[in-house]
């Protein structure tokens, strides 16, 4: 069997993934990314795991001394196995031998905590803990087995070879939860979704059908009732509607999307067009009516939850980061499926600007929750101090529920595997960053090619290939939804295309060159009127960049005399425009009555009203990296 060293290989559908052998990202503002994340991430991430115990509950396990001294909430085996999952990518991208030690180091401590008949978690099943699956609406068991499985598939994908014996461990939990749940057995479901897709990725590694079965009952059972009501209501773990019947995502963000994207994998494999086609009308309203424009999702705090249609308030955004890791998800799988251009514009804007929002510039923070309206300013966390739950104000280095900062690692190790993809006809290009390509398609044609870009600032992606095509074959250009008045170049010949799809087909030789000019000048954007919360608002985009006022640069730009983002609005007759290299747009004060009661009638202007101003506004990808600020993405106009 042929492993494609990628996060996900559907064995049908529209298009084929290219493998992290197959495409190198080799700079630019993604590269840079990657090299933090490989450099400083991985080794945070692994500090904090060691110094909360949480790798340390295996050694506990193993030693037979559990329940005492397990630290950590019940799904902290899960951010162990998301870091082994990262660190895997990570090899797999760059080789590097001092990652490989610390795999296997942390490896052996999983395997050594696995009990014989595969069951494998620190918080159930001993004498003082509660019972194996007895906790199934909170108990996360498996769940934690979902990211062990995908751990394995990465370590499977990128070192075949390798004698760690992660992959058998894996193999052991999954054929015990075929056992337990499958035909005859414990007819329930996981109240967090996540053994879905990964039950189908681990059948695609081995070849065992009997995993895709069983990820195929999940999905089936979901939404029947299985599981206790509870406060938030069954809709909370999508146990209220069956997933064929359910036309949009609802309940926990994070948990509606990794459900969605394992029933995409089933629909594929079983060829059920049904099921596909319910999916794919559950992410166009999701995106249509419960979408943030930074592409986040989740406007409820309490149950990090989706709230109803056009519910979308800026300053109660939760957009939690691992639930755009989980809309990614989706949407890949989606585009696999089915190949159409909206599903790469919805993974660009989660990449953009919430994955790469949520680490610091030196990837040893994060944030766990992305507002797009900071009222006060917050105060910096403290480098040696775990957060008891993210605020949006600041990142912090770690949390007592920190899903997001692995999620956000393995995501950026495996990303080049989201850059492009090939199908009989020839190769598509998803997202654009400077990249070497060289793969074969189905038919054994070689392609080799080079993208030189310095999108997203930049909106020219030039395409030079790198070797003679032995036949006629079609490149692929993702043209964004907001890209009106692209431009396609070929041998010095312009034209005109349209947001979707540019196609250049021909047998290339070694040197010619394709250019996409996307129009990255910097825009307003409108909500629809039905999202009240920002009716009269514009935001800023420049390509696919959302960008946000920061009090920092309103204080600046005001001399001083504004320090409050609510006491200005912006003025939409002057455009937002470029001024070395940052987006400037015009403000005009317009500071708040002070009052005893916060209604009444229309007020004349205070005295100061009126002045204007320009400010620098900065991609949201890089707001609170200067100190503690207020910010907003929509400004009153």
């Given amino acids: 069997m042929t492993l494609i060293a990628s996060p996900v290989v559907p064995t049908r559908g529209r298009l084929r993934p290219l493998a992290l052998g197959e495409v190198t990202i080799t700079g630019g503002f993604w590269a840079e990314r990657q090299h ?167 059948a695609r590694v081995t070849g065992d059908e009997r995993y895709l079965d069983q990820a195929a009952l999940f999905v089936e059972r979901r939404g029947r009732g299985t599981l206790r009501d509870i406060e938030f209501g069954r809709s909370y773990y999508q146990d209220d509607v069956p997933v064929r019947d359910a036309t949009v995502l609802r309940g926990h963000a994070v948990r509606a999307g990794y459900l969605a994207a394992g029933a995409v994998d089933v629909a594929v494999e079983r060829g059920d067009e049904e099921l596909l086609a319910a999916l794919v009308t559950q992410w166009h309203n999701t995106v249509a009516r419960r979408t943030y424009l930074t592409g986040g999702v989740g406007s409820h ?25 989980a809309s990614i998800m989706f949407s890949w799988r ?86 492009a993809t090939v199908d009989d006809d020839g190769l598509q290009l998803h997202q654009y960053a400077p990249a070497a390509i060289r793969t074969t398609l189905p038919s054994g044609m070689a392609i080799a090619l080079d993208v030189e870009t310095g999108y997203p600032r930049d909106g ?36 005109a295309v349209t947001p979707g799809t540019a196609l250049v087909r021909r047998a290339f030789r070694a040197g010619d060159v394709v250019e996409l000019h996307l129009p990255v000048t910097p825009r307003f954007t409108a909500a629809d009127p039905r999202i009240d919360a920002v009716r009269g608002c514009l935001a800023v985009e420049r390509g696919p960049e959302v960008l946000c006022l920061e009090s920092v640069d309103l204080v600046a730009a005001s001399a001083g005399r504004v320090d409050d983002i609510s006491g200005v609005r912006l003025d939409p007759a002057v455009a937002p425009r470029d ?26 202007e205070p005295a100061g009203a009126g002045e204007t101003f320009d400010v620098p506004l900065v991609p949201y990808h890089d707001w609170a990296e200067r100190g503690p600020s207020t910010m907003r993405v929509w400004l009153p106009a």
């Fill in 36 to 202: 933090v994340n490989g450099t400083a991430t991985l080794a945070h991430i692994e500090h904090w795991l060691e110094r909360e115990g949480w790798i340390g509950n295996f050694d506990l396990a193993a030693a037979g001394e559990l329940p005492d001294g397990r630290r950590g909430r019940e799904f902290s085996d899960s951010e162990v196995y998301k870091y082994l999952e990262a660190v895997a990518w990570e090899i797999g991208r760059t080789g590097d031998p001092a990652l490989e030690d610390r795999f296997r180091k942390v490896a052996a401590r999983v395997a050594a905590a696995q009990e014989p008949d595969g069951y494998l978690n620190t918080k159930f099943g001993r004498p003082g803990q509660g019972e194996r699956w007895s906790a199934l609406e909170w108990g996360h068991e498996l769940y934690c087995i979902g990211h062990l499985l995908q751990a394995a598939v990465a370590r499977a994908r990128t070192r075949p070879d390798a004698d760690d014996g992660l992959v058998e461990v894996a193999r052991r939990a999954a054929d015990l939860v075929c056992v337990v749940f499958g035909p005859g057995g414990i007819e329930s479901v996981c109240g967090h979704a996540e053994i879905e897709p990964a039950l189908v990725e681990f």
């Fill in 460 to 495: 020219v992606i030039r395409v030079r290939v790198r070797e003679d095509a032995a036949a006629p074959w079609t490149l692929s250009l993702r043209v964004p939804a907001w890209a009106e008045g692209a431009r396609l170049v070929v041998d010095g010949s312009e034209e």
């Fill in 334 to 419: 989606l585009l696999l499926a089915r190949g159409s251009a909206h599903y790469a514009d919805l993974i660009e804007r989660n990449l953009v600007n919430v994955v790469a929002t949520s680490s610091s510039a030196e990837g040893t923070a994060f944030f766990y929750a992305n507002t797009l309206h900071q009222r006060t300013p917050g105060t910096p966390a403290a480098a040696g101090e775990l957060s008891p739950r993210a605020s949006s104000s600041v990142r912090a280095p770690w949390f007592e529920v920190s899903c997001c900062p692995p999620n956000v690692a393995r995501t950026l190790a495996s990303l080049a595997a989201y850059v």
């Fill in 301 to 325: 705090h309490q149950d990090e939850a989706f709230g109803d249609d056009w519910v979308l308030p800026p300053d109660r955004a939760y957009s939690e980061t691992c639930a755009s890791v």
């Fill in 579 to 604: 001024v070395d290299g940052a987006v400037v747009v015009r403000l005009r004060r317009s500071p708040a009555h002070s009052r005893p009661w916060p209604y009444g009638g229309p007020d004349a």
